[in-house]
C-alpha cells in the first residue's frame, strides 16, 4: 500500500498547529488544558514566540539540537513548538 504526503517543500509544525489557527480566528479558544490551568491559541502563540526569541537570543541557529527538561505541563508545548518555530530540532524524549 502506498501512503504519499502532501506537504509543501518547505514546512514547519509550530506554523500548522499553533500559528494557523491563530490566522483561523481561533486566538480565544482554549488549546491546552493541564489541570486546573488552560491556554488558548493566542497564549501558546506569545509563548511560543518568547520561547523561539529566547532561543535565538541564545545564540541557537536552525537544525541545532535543544534539550527540553521540563514536566509535562502546559509549559511544554511552548517550549517544544518554540524550538520547532526557529528551525532547530528538540533531543528525543527521556522517559
Given at each position: 500500500m502506498d501512503f504519499k504526503l502532501n506537504l509543501p517543500e518547505k514546512f514547519n509544525a509550530a506554523d500548522y498547529f499553533v500559528d494557523?489557527?491563530?490566522?483561523?480566528?481561533?486566538a480565544d479558544k482554549v488549546a491546552v488544558?493541564?489541570?486546573?490551568?488552560?491556554?488558548?491559541?493566542?497564549?501558546?502563540?506569545?509563548?511560543?514566540?518568547?520561547?523561539?526569541?529566547?532561543l535565538r537570543s541564545l545564540g541557537v541557529r536552525m537544525e541545532e539540537r535543544v534539550a527540553l527538561?521540563?514536566?509535562d505541563t502546559e509549559v511544554y508545548?511552548?517550549?517544544?513548538?518554540?524550538?520547532?518555530?526557529i528551525g532547530a530540532?528538540?533531543?528525543a524524549s527521556i522517559p
Open positions: 494557523r489557527n491563530i490566522r483561523e480566528g481561533r488544558l493541564c489541570e486546573d490551568r488552560q491556554l488558548t491559541y493566542g497564549q501558546v502563540q506569545a509563548g511560543v514566540n518568547r520561547v523561539g526569541n529566547g527538561l521540563l514536566l508545548p511552548q517550549a517544544f513548538f518554540g524550538a520547532i518555530k530540532s528538540r533531543s
